[in-house]
């Protein structure tokens, strides 16, 4: 993973000419004045732990497990939202751990949580390190030092019960691993979020994750039948059954816990059988509010595609639902219907207009549900678009976060942002989130797009394109603090699969209330007494 951007470097996209002119001449983005640092010029505040206390920590885990090292450090440094990645750019490593710890089993995490609430050394539970939400800053003042605790060694599938379809999991399992080992058992979880590549199980399971397919599959948090929590006040063992009415359901405490509660040190997920069958398409709709209802129609009555987004007119037009065809001029797909055909710029090869909707189907049955889907989309003024978008869409579908790293570097910001709310309330939402950002931008670019739904609501998410201005960490803390007001004003949650951290922080305060803000409190104090669990996320201030 490359250190102030995202993923491997190898994959690397230039932007091509067209793309450089549309920012320069349409937003008028220039390229920053001052050139992004070097991995080795990234300042980094001294190691605050004392030597004793990182002797401690290494007798826990074994020497070659703590790690001081500046490299080591940087690539703990906050997570991977753009905020992050500016402050990298400019150098600006003071967030960074005090050192970086590798467990290696339950144990080890549980020993270590006990030293470190004795030495009051704060702990940021380390997945894959894709946090959005600057859910892996620490807040150190006030301990000893910080310790991000990593958790790739944690990387085994423990067992597969194929009677069940539950397959025990350690945390640091990445997605890509996680997919590779359940395979050979001929089944899939179908966990297919933006950040696949990096992203690990417990970090999906801390901030309740939801995937690109999550139509079919379902989130994350659906996916988790059992877990075990290391506390520092001890381990909670919780899921016994399928489903049970005893009493409320620990789980769900855990789920979007961020770190702030425990340490999840296994994982008991819901497995399916790898389908036998996929098959990806697009359709064109003449307007949000058409395809809107069409998405709708679909989630409450059926059949449900695994996969299926809509974008709206701009997104559509600048073709981000496709980025491999962005700045391309190719030419229609063969599988395109006669009289589709558009240019790049227009959501691609072949769509011309309008929105454009993506409709995956997987599994069993593909040909049946497809043809029931395909009517009532028609039925609600779709225009069929062929294979072709589907499939372009498909493959592209991780590659967007590589555009961004361009885009820095030419002098834009570009963000994402996410919410969702019921169906009769989400053009109020649409409305709100676009009207906070061009009140606190000016003339950005904003795109959208509903991703994932459900029969009483969806999920709108945002993405922005602005000029950087001398500050745009500032910048965009602006803008980012007006769509949380817009969003609790507008009746919407503040999250619906980033998670909260500490940007979501404040208005979680807001949409929880003060009653449950003490029950957030009350549960901290009791697994964690000491506080030394990422201190400053998801918890609300005092
Ligand atoms: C380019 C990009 C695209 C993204 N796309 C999506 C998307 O499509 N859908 C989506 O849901 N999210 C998406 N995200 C957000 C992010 O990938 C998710 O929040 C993911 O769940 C984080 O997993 P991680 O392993 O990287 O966790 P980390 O970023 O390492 O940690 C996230 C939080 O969980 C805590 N944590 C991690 N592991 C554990 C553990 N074992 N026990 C307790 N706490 C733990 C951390 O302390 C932190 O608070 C995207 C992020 C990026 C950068």
Redesign the pocket.
Known sequence: MLWSG?GDPAQARELPEPVRGLLRDLLGVRAPQTPAATLESVRLPPVALAEPLLQALTEVVGAEHVLTGHEDRVRRTR???TPDLLRMRAGDGSDAPDAVVLAGSHDEVAELLRLCSRERIAV??????????G??AAAGDGFAGVVALD?RR?DRLRSVDAGSRVAEFE??V?APDAERLLAAHGLTLGH?????E???????????????ASAGYGR?DDMVVGLT?AAPAGTLELGRAPKSAAGPDLRQLVLG?????????SLRLRVRRAPAERRYEGWRFASFAEGTAAMRALAQDGPLPAVLRLSDETETLIGLSRPDTIGSTGSTGSNEPAGSAGSAGSGGPGVSGGCLLIAGYEGERVGARHAAASTVLARMGGQPLGAEPGESWKHGRFS??YL?DSLLAAGATVE?LETAGFWSNLPRLYDAVRLALLGALGSPLVMCHV?HVYDTGASLYFTVVTPQDEDPVAQWARAKAAVNTAIVEAGGTITH???V?RDHRDAYATEIGPLGTAVLRAVKAELDPAGIL?PG??IPRD
């Open positions: 995202w997570g991977k939202s940021v539970p380390f997945g894959g390190g894709t946090s959005v939400v859910g892996l958790l944690l945390p640091g990445r297919f979020p933006q950040s696949f990096y992203a690990t199980l417990g970090g999906f399971a801390a901030a309740r994750s939801s995937g690109q994350f929590l816990s961020e770190g702030a509660f425990g340490v999840i040190t967007a976060p961004r994402t991703s699969h980033h998670g951290g990422n996320a998801l």
